[in-house]
């Protein structure tokens, strides 16, 4: 396996074929959503004179026997997986949801075998699927493993008028164990102005800021008391714990590739900031136009991008060639034209 490197091909086979047990720290992936709708990317052309379009992927899936093969590798491997997808198919009959499903089942199995015991992975989601996702996911993942639905809000045009605008979509968040890495200050709230003009007031020599608590009690004590046996201090965060839901817009015009569903590097740094540290490692296997490769090599991490559509693949290479220059060195396996 290379490190920092791009996998054109099936995901499924390339995790299978070059991924090692337990190498991986953190995943994210942006899977196909059941859309039942084929994307095309839109370019303009250098003068501005004309848009042209290109095929990107399809969302689209048909039960055949090509998904009752996949369903049927599942089912005989046994388990808690092969369970929940021969329950699937009891409620769903042979459809195209279960099609769908039967894609998605073998990837995470895959997944979890590659992730680290301290590793997390992050499933993003929208409300299509994420009921099934989840429990696919407590299948492979286990239950107790479950850390939160994250959910990210998004602003634009409200068009609906029979029902709620869809303004948010899900990200489902497991562990491979009881430990993994957190990094909360990485990703914290800011403090409201008041609180900061309040904190100010209690500043250490090392100009940290504190409250006074009385030992005995536990309650806030007047600053007039510091020098006192009574108290102590407890040092006091520039910020709030991240919260499981947050803002984050779209890309601004220029950092848009034309590539359907491209999410913004902001929600892909927060992920990679708080999940994972400097030199882990990050996998993306539906890596599209290469957000998460770009984001990563940006907070020296490690990665690998696995997608099977040659334009996703050669958009990733230009971003990168753009972002960091010919000098950055990653591996491409699979070269596609």
């Given amino acids: 396996m290379c490190n920092n490197a791009l996998y054109y091909g099936d995901n499924l086979n390339v995790l299978r074929q070059y991924i090692k047990d337990e190498s991986v720290n953190l995943i994210y992936l942006d899977p196909p959503f059941n859309s039942n709708t084929t994307y095309n990317a839109f370019f303009i052309e250098k003068n501005e ?3 042209t379009s290109q095929k990107a992927f399809k969302d689209i899936w048909r039960w055949d026997q090509a ?3 996949a369903y049927q590798e599942v089912v005989e491997v046994g388990g808690k997986v092969s369970q929940a997808m021969q329950a699937f198919r009891m409620f769903l009959g042979d459809d195209n949801m279960l099609s ?3 894609m998605m089942a073998p990837r995470l199995m895959e997944l979890c075998r590659v992730l680290k015991p301290t590793g997390s992975i992050y499933l993003h989601c929208d409300p299509t699927a994420s009921h099934y996702l989840k429990m696919l996911m407590d299948a492979v993942f286990n239950v107790k493993n479950f850390q939160n639905e994250v959910i990210w809000c998004y602003e634009g045009r409200e068009l609906a008028k029979r029902r709620w605008n869809r303004k948010h979509d899900v990200l489902l968040f497991y562990t491979k ?3 993994w890495t957190f990094n909360w200050h990485e990703v914290m709230l800011p403090l409201k102005e008041s609180s900061r003009i309040a904190l100010s007031q209690h500043i250490d020599e090392q100009g940290r800021f504190f409250i006074l608590r009385y030992k005995r009690g536990g309650g806030f004590a007047p600053i007039e008391k510091d020098t006192s046996s009574e108290t102590y201090r407890q040092l006091v965060p520039l910020g709030v714990p991240p919260r499981d839901w947050f803002l984050c817009d779209y890309e601004r015009k220029n950092k848009r590739l034309g590539y359907p569903k491209q999410k913004p590097e ?4 927060r992920i990679i900031k708080a999940s994972s540290n400097e030199d882990d490692l990050v996998l993306d296997p539906f890596c599209g136009c290469g957000t998460t490769m770009e984001v990563a ?4 991490r490690q990665w690998i991008g696995i ?3 040659p334009l996703a693949i050669n958009l990733s290479k230009r971003r990168l060639r753009k972002a960091f220059g010919d000098q950055m060195i990653y591996e491409i396996i699979g070269e596609c034209e």
């Fill in 49 to 51: 004179s004309k848009t």
């Fill in 67 to 69: 998904a009752e093969e």
């Fill in 100 to 102: 769908y499903l039967s």
């Fill in 177 to 179: 164990s009881s430990q």
């Fill in 266 to 269: 902001a929600l892909l740094e």
């Fill in 297 to 300: 090599q940006r907070l020296n």
């Fill in 307 to 309: 997608d099977n559509g």
